[in-house]
Each structure stands twice: as structure tokens, then as C-alpha cells.
T-cell receptor, first 113, second 112 residues
């Protein structure tokens, strides 16, 4: 049974470039969460979806960040333009409505130079 | 605003000793509390989930207790092993959507 899949695992880009992070949730899960982890701020929730609909994006730091979920098996988190302070590990997690247990992907380590 | 605190930030114990990890939260109106494990460079693995109506959950050598009124949860790991070395995070959910607020974690090292 495949877990949450994220790509790429590592991304190095220059300031000002567009970055797109991808996530495939576990099949049958109808909630998807995007988190960011940094040493300074720990794990922070950015946005989450239920049945592909964004429910709460209050954690998205700026308008430079956007997220979409075009179907039940795919979501993207886009940063445009990227800045060095966006450097972090970005995690995607999913869960089913019936349970509250969240399953995390391996994360994407983003470095913006 | 809910705040989640984990003390200590780091812990080192010899193999075989029991581990006791603490988590406290400021708002007792939680839906549930989860304990996760994170290995270096990896994602989070869910260990235990305690619903607000429960007092404890057990899985193998792991036992987690919840005292909502005092805003505390404790994760016990019996007979620690070097493979238990990792960072342990607790997270609380304050609504039915399940969004989590995390503590900063406790980094555990179990020495052989």
C-alpha cells in the first residue's frame, strides 16, 4: 500500500524563480494538508483541502504561495516568486474522514539561494 | 490561541530505560491529540492518537495518556532501544477538520 508521495524530494532554485511542489495522497483519503517545517518555527499548517476543496488557507504566508487540488489524487503547492526565507521542508499529509490519523509524505526539502 | 509545549527539548537515556516524554497545551478544548515520530530527513510517522474522550492509548511498548483538564499528555516508551532514537512530536487538533498544531518536539537518543 503506497503512502503519501511527494516530488521532488529536493529542490534547489534561485530567488525569483517559480517552484512547484507535488503531492499524491493515499487513495481513498479525502483530506489533504500542506505543512512547512523550519528550525525557527517548527511545523506549521499552510492549507488543507476536503474533497478537493480548499477549506482553510489562513496559514499561507503570502500571496506568493498558492495551492490547488484538481482531483482526489493530486495536489500542488506553488511559490512564485521564491525567496530565500521560503527555504524549508514542505510536507504533505492525508487522512480519511472516518479517522483523524494523518499520514505524512517524506517531504520536499526546498533551498532558495 | 492554542500553544503546544514539549519539555525537555532533548533527552539521552541508556538502552533498557523507560522513556517519559511530556506535552502540554494551553487550551483544553481539544478534539484529539497525536504523537508522531520523526527520523532525520524523513517524514512523520503517527504513533498514537488519543480522542478527547479517552484517557490513554497503548500500542506495543508505547503508552500515551491524556489529561485534558490539566492540558497534559505523556508518552511512555518501555524498555527503550537504540532504534527508538528519533524526534517525538505531539500535536493537538481543536476542531473536527483535524488540522494539527504541533509542539517543537523532543529529540531522543538511546545509547547502547
Amino acid at each position: 500500500d503506497a503512502g503519501v508521495i511527494q516530488s521532488p524530494r529536493h529542490e534547489v532554485t534561485e530567488m525569483g524563480q517559480e517552484v512547484t511542489l507535488r503531492c499524491k495522497p493515499i487513495s481513498g483519503h479525502d483530506y489533504l494538508f500542506w505543512y512547512r517545517q523550519t528550525m525557527m518555527r517548527g511545523l506549521e499548517l499552510l492549507i488543507y483541502f476536503n474533497n478537493n476543496v480548499p477549506i482553510d488557507d489562513s496559514g499561507m504566508p503570502e500571496d506568493r504561495f498558492s495551492a490547488k487540488m484538481p482531483n482526489a489524487s493530486f495536489s500542488t503547492l506553488k511559490i512564485q516568486p521564491s525567496e530565500p526565507r521560503d527555504s524549508a521542508v514542505y510536507f504533505c499529509a492525508s487522512r480519511r474522514t472516518a479517522t483523524y490519523e494523518q499520514y505524512f509524505g517524506p517531504g520536499t526539502r526546498l533551498t532558495v539561494t | 490561541k492554542q500553544e503546544v509545549t514539549q519539555i525537555p527539548a532533548a533527552l539521552s537515556v541508556p538502552e533498557g530505560e523507560n522513556l517519559v516524554l511530556n506535552c502540554s497545551f494551553t487550551d483544553s478544548a481539544i478534539y484529539n491529540l497525536q504523537w508522531f515520530r520523526q527520523d532525520p530527513g524523513k517524514g512523520l510517522t503517527s504513533l498514537l492518537l488519543i480522542q478527547s474522550s479517552q484517557r490513554e492509548q497503548t500500542s506495543g511498548r508505547l503508552n500515551a495518556s491524556l489529561d485534558k483538564s490539566s492540558g497534559r499528555s505523556t508518552l511512555y516508551i518501555a524498555a527503550s532501544q537504540p532504534g527508538d532514537s528519533a524526534t517525538y512530536l505531539c500535536a493537538v487538533s481543536t476542531d473536527s477538520w483535524g488540522k494539527l498544531q504541533f509542539g517543537a518536539g523532543t529529540q531522543v537518543v538511546v545509547t547502547p
